[in-house]
């Protein structure tokens, strides 16, 4: 399950709209970028994807529809490969990745036993994206504060945990730790298995901030009957905490908000917000105990 922002029905009309024209910036990239049609194009609900041949290897075209999807295309290329599937060519709303397997291993190491194995992968993973470079990142990059926007308005709205969180969120805004390059969407369905490259990401929601921030997700996946095993949060709390080296009750915090801000877009959304709200109550029982 991806927590993202979710396209509001009042947009719909304007959504028809973008895709349109989301159709027709992929038939001029095909042109541009000399792309040979690999399978049939698909959308999802903020781009338009088509697998293609480019120079005689596999290659993903990918046009954004919203400028989060553009913003996690200027990311994507800024990293060059290190830890991320490569950018072969990015020009406006059109981004060129190199084809990796995109079967969902993560997710089925998680579900068949080796929940802890692809826990370590995405903490690995993280720290090649969290790494500094030699030149400053993309200026798009969206603060953590910024990210959290919603979630006061939701606890005000809502209460319950949601207003733990916002405590929680809120403090840990004002006191963030090692900031850094953030990826904003790290889950086992974005981790992908690059094969001699290693696991790579994609899909960055391209943030900047505590690195904490980046880990709280795996907790929320890959699944809500996964996320949801008896004892799986605290098992996978001294996995991650090992691994990423975060102490466990400041990555406890980290869940915490995270979940409460995750709920907040889902019910601001009229979505099921099960996963997020459970996530965020177990963590609380567990910081609190």
Same mark, same amino acid.
């Given at each position: 399950?991806?927590?993202?922002?979710?396209?509001?029905?009042?947009?719909?009309?304007?959504?028809?709209?973008?895709? +349109?024209?989301?159709?027709?910036?992929?038939?001029?990239?095909?042109?541009?970028?000399?792309?040979?049609?690999?399978?049939?194009?698909?959308?999802?609900?903020?781009?338009?994807?088509?697998?293609? +041949?480019?120079?005689?290897?596999?290659?993903?075209?990918?046009?954004?529809?919203?400028?989060?999807?553009?913003?996690?295309?200027?990311?994507?290329?800024?990293?060059?490969?290190?830890?991320?599937?490569?950018?072969?060519?990015?020009?406006?709303?059109?981004?060129?990745?190199?084809?990796?397997?995109?079967?969902?291993?993560?997710?089925?190491?998680?579900?068949?036993?080796?929940?802890?194995?692809?826990? +370590?992968?995405?903490?690995?993973?993280?720290?090649?994206?969290?790494?500094?470079?030699?030149?400053?990142?993309?200026?798009?990059?969206?603060?953590?504060?910024?990210?959290?926007?919603?979630?006061?308005?939701?606890?005000?709205?809502?209460?319950?945990?949601?207003?733990?969180?916002?405590?929680?969120?809120?403090?840990?805004?004002?006191?963030?730790?090692?900031?850094?390059?953030?990826?904003?969407?790290?889950?086992?369905?974005?981790?992908?298995?690059?094969?001699?490259?290693?696991?790579?990401?994609?899909?960055?929601?391209?943030?900047?901030?505590?690195?904490?921030?980046?880990?709280?997700?795996?907790?929320?996946?890959?699944?809500?009957?996964?996320?949801?095993?008896?004892?799986?949060?605290?098992?996978?709390?001294?996995?991650?905490?090992?691994?990423?080296?975060?102490?466990?009750? +400041?990555?406890?915090?980290?869940?915490?908000?995270?979940?409460?801000?995750?709920?907040?877009?889902?019910l601001n959304a009229g979505e099921d917000a099960t996963i997020a709200l459970r996530t965020a109550e177990t963590a609380y029982a567990l910081l609190s105990s």
């Open positions: 399950m991806s927590n993202h922002h979710n396209t509001a029905p009042v947009q719909e009309w304007r959504t028809a709209a973008a895709f +349109r024209a989301g159709d027709q910036q992929r038939k001029h990239y095909l042109q541009q970028w000399q792309l040979g049609p690999d399978g049939k194009p698909f959308k999802t609900y903020a781009c338009w994807l088509q697998p293609v +041949r480019y120079q005689q290897q596999p290659a993903m075209l990918k046009i954004a529809l919203e400028t989060e999807e553009q913003r996690g295309g200027l990311l994507m290329a800024y990293w060059n490969g290190t830890g991320a599937v490569k950018v072969l060519q990015q020009h406006g709303p059109a981004l060129l990745l190199e084809r990796v397997n995109s079967t969902p291993l993560l997710a089925e190491m998680a579900r068949n036993g080796q929940d802890a194995t692809a826990s +370590r992968i995405i903490c690995e993973v993280a720290d090649l994206l969290h790494a500094p470079r030699s030149t400053p990142p993309p200026a798009q990059l969206v603060p953590l504060e910024k990210w959290f926007d919603e979630l006061r308005p939701a606890a005000d709205k809502y209460g319950g945990i949601l207003g733990d969180a916002q405590l929680i969120a809120h403090d840990l805004l004002r006191h963030q730790q090692e900031i850094s390059i953030l990826h904003g969407d790290l889950h086992h369905g974005n981790v992908l298995d690059g094969g001699n490259k290693g696991w790579l990401a994609i899909d960055p929601k391209g943030l900047w901030g505590d690195r904490g921030y980046d880990y709280a997700n795996i907790f929320c996946n890959p699944d809500q009957e996964t996320a949801g095993t008896p004892g799986r949060l605290a098992g996978q709390v001294a996995v991650v905490s090992t691994a990423a080296r975060i102490e466990p009750s +400041r990555l406890l915090r980290w869940i915490i908000a995270y979940g409460g801000l995750s709920a907040a877009w889902s």
